[in-house]
């Protein structure tokens, strides 16, 4: 064969297979890119999946509460305690009925001046007493600031007629609200996802974002302020938090992700139907739809193997 038409062959040769590789290259550029997008879709649909029975769980819980607070209410009205010490007797006697100690829960009574009440006596002023401003049939919230600096859960319900009680010097106490209040790390074997082998982490938060509880043993968001921590992260598909927040306003629920020290973390928020505080449920990427994941995977690598069994095919056929 002239020396022209092999170095012509040779070219043909050569250009061919460029344009092959070039075209493997951009085919499998756009397929990761199009799985990638249905992997974070199919995860965010699990993460909602899995979240709404540990939410619905979690709603179940604060309205079993809701209800022990109304029930204490109404037990207290067919008390009828005329003093102080009476008061406190009844709370005690209740407490050891519904054996609350067991439970990290108290009975609580607050006052028309906004003091509050447990069975070891008066306790001061409620430092929540925000929350009773509107007068609500019944309270739900999460208080860092009561006896101790421990999380508590306190749900009160509106007494439907006050009830008036003596102090020892004569003078007179108008109880309006009365209800329980409860350790919140009593949640925690609530806050646990099987679905993820327990290697989630869950925020309580307020309505602006503070912490009330971390459900993990190290704190994975600094700071005090969860939302001011989200804004400041690296979002992924096009996504961002002012988004997810106001999706969170609109529906009630809102899921995303997040990078997080280096870490892909997917997380769900809730605000919960009978209580005052939203819930963060964050979980590592790698935890996420895991087989949909591995079977992506092996079908990824059969097709890679596939497309360059036939490239390779197809330069033997053009070189021959």
């Not at 609530?190 to 309580?204: F, G, K, S, T, W």
Request: hydrophobic share 40%.
């Amino acid at each position: 064969m002239p020396y022209n038409n092999r170095k012509r062959m040779a070219w043909s040769i050569g250009g061919s297979m460029a344009l092959l590789l070039v075209c493997l290259i951009a085919f499998f550029g756009f397929y990761r890119h199009y799985m990638d997008d249905i992997l974070y879709k199919e995860r965010l649909n699990q993460m909602e999946e899995v979240t709404k029975q540990l939410f619905s769980g979690l709603n179940d819980v604060v309205e079993s509460r809701l209800l022990e607070a109304r029930a204490e209410g109404k037990a207290l009205r067919r008390g009828a305690p005329d003093t102080l010490d009476e008061l406190y007797a009844f709370m005690q006697e209740q407490s050891r009925i519904g054996e609350m100690e067991e439970r990290q829960a108290h009975p609580i009574a607050v006052d028309s001046t906004g003091k509050y009440y447990m069975e070891s006596g008066p306790c001061g002023l409620l430092r929540d007493v925000g929350y009773l401003e509107d007068n609500p049939e019944q309270v739900n919230y999460v208080s860092n600031t009561m006896t101790t600096k421990e999380s508590n859960m306190v749900c009160l319900y509106r007494l439907d007629e006050p009830i008036t009680v003596h102090n020892a010097n004569g003078g007179a106490v108008n109880i309006i609200y009365y209800g329980i209040m409860q350790r919140m790390e009593q949640m925690n074997k609530y806050l646990d996802c099987d679905a993820y082998d327990n290697n989630n982490v869950v925020y309580i938060i307020d309505n602006d974002g503070l912490k009330l509880l971390n459900s993990g043993k190290t704190e994975l968001i600094q700071g005090y302020n969860v939302y001011s921590a989200l804004l400041n992260m690296d979002y992924l598909h096009g996504n961002s938090f002012d988004q997810t927040l106001e999706k969170l306003k609109s529906t009630g629920s809102a899921y995303s992700n997040v990078v997080l020290n280096g870490v892909e973390y997917y997380y769900g928020l809730k605000k919960l139907d009978y209580a005052e505080w939203t819930v963060l449920f964050l979980v590592p990427s790698e935890y996420v739809a895991t087989n949909t994941v591995r079977l992506v995977n092996i079908v990824t690598w059969i097709m890679l193997i596939f497309a360059l069994v036939m490239a390779g095919v197809t330069v033997a056929v053009i070189f021959i």
